[in-house]
């Protein structure tokens, strides 16, 4: 099962505007990263976030976590075109040693 | 340029014709995986391999092999393809033996039709 769900599975909004996405999970996680996937291409990495911190900066994205609540959130200000992508949160599932995938925000940036 | 490179791109093909698609890494990580995505689905980890001749399934490997003869490739073998292997497939690597505590590096997808 999964152990992220991301939250909306679609969002669609002004250029400029600021974006916000959440995921929560189920169990406790050492780490939990953010992906982007352009339509059908790789995904690529955008922050991890340690269990032992509260919130990560890099450029225009801001990555929160709750570990209290299971839950985490990324924040895209001044949105650009270029952020239309999908957005996916990944945790290390149950302890295990892999990344487990949500499915997914679908962001839609409007000229 | 650190990559994984994946190939090919697009593949079809008919039921019961063995593929393969492979996977490579110039970043000498050890950690490697292949993960299907599907719509309504997310992605799904296949296989993955943490050492050259070390290999281990993920959640979903029927119908698949994989093999690692060397660090840097890890080919994704279909020995005969059956139409719900139709999916998008993406190799990744990572530093981290876990996959978790480092970031993963992705291909480029191979979109795989099976007729």
């Known amino acids: 099962s999964q152990q992220g769900e991301e939250d909306p599975q679609a969002l669609s909004i002004q250029e400029g505007e600021n974006a916000t996405m959440n995921c929560s999970y189920k169990?406790?996680?050492?780490?939990l990263q953010w992906y982007r996937q352009n339509s059908g291409r790789g995904l690529v990495h955008l922050i991890l976030?340690?269990?032992?911190?509260r919130e990560k900066h890099s450029g225009r994205l801001r990555v929160t976590l709750d570990t209290s609540k299971k839950s985490s959130s990324l924040l895209i200000t001044a949105s650009r075109a270029a952020d239309t992508a999908s957005y996916f949160c990944?945790?290390?599932?149950?302890?295990?040693?892999?990344?487990?995938f949500g499915q997914g925000t679908r962001l839609t940036i409007n000229p | 340029e650190a990559q994984v490179t994946q190939n090919p791109r697009y593949l079809i093909t008919v039921t019961g014709k063995k593929l393969t698609v492979t996977c490579s890494q110039n970043?000498?990580?050890?950690?490697m995986s292949w993960y299907r995505q599907d719509p309504g689905l997310g992605l799904r980890q296949i296989y993955y391999?943490?050492?050259?001749?070390?290999?281990d399934k993920g959640d979903v490997p029927e119908g698949y092999k994989v093999s690692r003869k060397e660090k840097r490739n890890f080919p994704l073998i279909l020995e005969s393809p059956s139409p719900n292997q139709t999916s998008l497939y993406f190799c990744a690597s990572s530093l981290d033996l876990s996959a978790t505590n480092e970031k993963l590096f992705f291909g480029s997808g191979t979109q795989l039709s099976v007729l």
């Open positions: 990944a945790t290390d599932g149950l302890g295990a040693q892999k990344l487990v």
């Open positions: 391999s943490m050492n050259v001749e070390v290999t």
């Open positions: 976030i340690r269990s032992n911190e």
């Open positions: 970043m000498n990580h050890e950690y």
């Open positions: 169990t406790s996680i050492n780490n």
